[in-house]
Nanobody, 125 residues
């Protein structure tokens, strides 16, 4: 069992930045890929970005490429999401997740094994 806890959400103006963090409860997380999904009000949850177990491979949704950066620190069992140049359409609850494997593709809701409870990001115009 892996527990994931997100932090760092909040309210920011358009063009601003936020850094989200996901902390895992077990060291086995260092061997797993991890990712972020988001769900905007009235919309389905969508993939944002993912990173493999070592940090050497990342993938991004087209909507966030060049603005968001995912990284991980396996010594601390954390995965971070740096979000720059935020837009109102980035407003959503952001969820940390892992498929409990070293990598998976594509990244889909039903392919994930563990989820955090989410953290809300609100971008004002």
């Amino acid at each position: 069992q892996v527990q994931l806890v997100e932090s760092g959400g909040g309210l920011v103006q358009a063009g601003g930045s936020l850094r989200l963090s996901c902390a895992a409860s077990t060291r086995t997380f260092s061997g797993y890929a991890a990712g972020w999904f988001r769900q905007a009000p009235g919309k389905e949850r969508e993939f944002v970005t993912a990173i493999n177990w070592s940090g050497g491979r990342q993938v991004y949704a087209d909507s966030v490429k060049g603005r968001f950066t995912i990284s991980r620190d396996n010594a601390r069992n954390t995965v971070d999401l740096q979000m720059n140049n935020l837009k109102p359409e980035d407003t959503a609850v952001y969820y940390c997740t892992t498929p409990s494997t070293s990598w998976v593709y594509p990244w889909t809701d039903d392919g994930m094994k563990y989820w955090g409870k989410g953290t809300l990001v609100t971008v004002s115009s």
